[in-house]
């Protein structure tokens, strides 16, 4: 959520500052904005899409200047609550939340400052002007006034009078990208890739300093420090649209290939073996007594998969907590439980928060599952393990969620082999399933013209339902998620055992149920849950295996995928559901990428 760009550079940087906002509006914003220095202070804001503010910047020019797109924390989206921030020719913009922020402003409005907005930024702002005024420079007045601060930032300053600009972070993800023509900073690297690939991620407390020729960095206890220089491997193709009406729908059909990234570590072996998780993986991993898994959102609902999988093949107790809770329960810590944290950025707040409490209680075994390599989420954990889906741009995941789902079931079947619970036939068999996973999704990928017809069934709906049993209950809870997150249809997910403790009481004609209903132990079971249904006269939408014996009937709609997948499976029945998800989002006419309130990374509580 949120998004900075900043350049100073020798030739005009406004072009190269509203497409680097243009890169990052994936992550969610509802106003946008930017601040230059041609030489004095020019502010251009707006409510809506980067493309209005495009349009305000045209002709304008200037080599040094700082750009946002704000998601509404402090203060309704609107013009005056728009980063950046100003106080007397200097201007900041922030990501974050300043928890001390009503503190400050009070301080500030005793001393003359008067607050023009709602947000917590704008006490930012004044609070460097008043620094200044006993600091040497703007370098020195932002470290300063950055130790005032409690909460997750990431901030930008410039000011009247200084070629400069001056970024810190705390909390909140920053990096600096280094050009051969200037210095840039950027809330992702998507961002920079227009003008740089050579990258230097700030780590928590640092301040930095941009200039035409070059930078420095001073760490939280004020001294010099260097940072290494990372080559992005991120290509400028990954994050355009190319053939596709979406991004949503380019990540959907980029499954096959993600999920081929992310297990090509495991290459031609015969074996499953602990390095893949780290090079002290097999210390760490080899007496783990249970799993605590930490995640938000759709990460979370990998981690409920997950429990399946190591329950069953490793027979080791796990539990998934919503990282938002998880921190502010008291729980029972254990030096010998393996934490997993799992996001897709790498940065999500609360998994880092958690990640970081889980330490405090003396529980070091940490792995991060994620698809950045330097993020924080990466650095704070013991062991890793990249996913490899590339950049993800729409806000509602799906190529993410598909190459958590196969690091898992990796992780899974690592920790039965070294709990000896694994037959050299079962490890050979799981590779083998796991290496054909990228052409089992493909053909799922190839049910889009039948499921874009059911969509258009149901599009018209306000509810729906989705049942599942088994692995496969968390699967219709993403399916469900998808559903409400792009097309605003209120949807619901139950295990299929618990419709008549409840749920059934909704079913009519006008609410669909979907279920997935793969060839296991629970079909039958299922089964009579769909009779259930179709008693009361509910219109069933099921996905099932090629060899499950549901049978189509008038009101009960059946779409087959092409081979059942053994304990795999969840991760083909998902690929149907997002394909559903999308397709009722584009009968409805909704923003796919950019859903209303939603932000891709959340890196504030």
């Not at 230059?36 to 899409?49: E, I, K, M």
């Not at 809870?477 to 949807?491: N, P």
Request: one cysteine or more; a negative charge; aromatic letters at 6%.
């Amino acid at each position: 959520m949120c998004g900075i760009v900043a350049a100073v550079a020798d030739h005009n940087i406004v072009p190269m500052l509203v497409e680097g906002l243009k890169k990052l509006e994936y992550r969610g914003y509802d106003s946008a904005g930017l601040a230059l220095l041609n030489p004095t202070l020019t502010r251009l804001r707006s409510v809506g899409r980067v493309a209005e503010l495009a349009a305000q910047a045209e002709g304008q020019s200037a080599q040094l200047g700082i750009a946002h797109t704000r998601w509404a924390t402090h203060g309704v989206p609107s013009e005056r609550n728009a980063h950046p921030h100003v106080s007397t020719g200097l201007a900041v913009v922030h990501n974050g939340i300043i928890e001390n922020y009503a503190e400050i402003k009070q301080e500030l409005a005793a001393a003359g400052y008067v607050f023009s907005s709602d947000t917590d930024t704008e006490v930012i702002a004044h609070l460097v002007q008043e620094t200044l005024k006993t600091s040497a420079d703007l370098f020195e007045a932002v470290q300063r006034a950055a130790h005032r601060l409690v909460g997750a930032y990431a901030i930008a300053v410039l000011c009247e009078n200084t070629e400069r600009i001056v970024v810190a972070r705390q909390g909140a993800p920053l990096l600096l990208g280094l050009g051969t023509d200037g210095s840039y900073a950027a809330s992702d690297a998507s961002a920079l890739l227009q003008v740089t690939r050579r990258m230097v991620y700030l780590e928590e407390g640092d301040v930095a300093e941009l200039s035409r020729d070059g930078y420095r960095i001073v760490g939280a206890d004020g001294t010099a420090v260097t940072r290494p220089v990372h080559e992005s491997t991120l290509s400028a193709d990954a994050v355009e649209l190319g053939e596709y009406r979406h991004y949503m729908q380019k990540e959907i059909f980029e499954q096959p290939q993600a999920l081929a990234a992310t297990l090509e570590m495991i290459g031609g072996a015969h074996v499953l073996s602990p390095n893949l998780f780290g090079a002290s993986a097999p210390e760490v991993l080899a007496d783990v007594r249970s799993v605590l898994i930490i995640a938000c959102g759709t990460s979370y609902h990998a981690g409920l998969v997950a429990r399946y999988w190591i329950e069953q093949l490793a027979g080791l107790p796990c539990t998934v907590e919503v990282a938002s809770e998880y921190r502010y329960r008291v729980s029972v810590p254990d030096a010998a439980q393996l934490v997993v944290a799992i996001s897709q950025s790498g940065e999500t707040a609360d998994t880092l928060a958690s990640i970081r409490h889980a330490k405090s209680l003396g529980m070091a075994r940490t792995l991060a599952i994620c698809n950045v390599p330097e993020s924080a989420i990466v650095r704070e954990c013991a062991l890793r393990f990249l996913t490899r889906a590339g950049p993800e741009i729409g806000v509602a995941s799906t190529k993410a969620f598909t190459t958590q789902l196969a690091t898992l079931f990796l992780l899974a079947a690592t920790l039965a082999k070294q709990a000896g619970r694994l037959t050299a036939e079962q490890e050979s068999g799981y590779l083998t399933a796991l290496r054909h996973l990228p052409v089992a999704v493909q053909k799922v990928l190839a049910l889009e013209p039948g499921i874009a017809a059911w969509a258009k069934l149901f599009a018209d709906k306000r509810h729906a339902l989705f049942l599942g049993r088994g692995p496969h209950y968390p699967i219709a809870m993403e399916g469900a998620l998808k559903l409400k997150e792009i097309s605003y249809i209120h949807a619901e997910a139950y295990p299929a055992g618990e419709l008549k403790h409840g749920p059934l009481a909704l079913v009519d004609r006008d609410m669909p149920v979907i279920s997935v209903a793969p060839n296991d132990a629970l079909l039958e079971k299922l089964k009579s849950n769909l009779k259930e249904v179709a008693a009361r006269g509910g219109e069933l939408y099921v996905f099932a295996d090629a060899d499950s014996a549901v049978e189509a009937e008038p009101g009960l709609h059946i779409l087959r995928l092409p081979e059942h997948y053994g304990v795999l499976s969840p991760v083909l029945h998902v690929v149907a559901l997002q394909l559903l998800a999308y397709h009722a989002a584009l009968v409805k006419g909704t923003d796919v990428d950019k859903p209303r309130n939603l932000a891709k990374s959340v890196t504030v509580e």
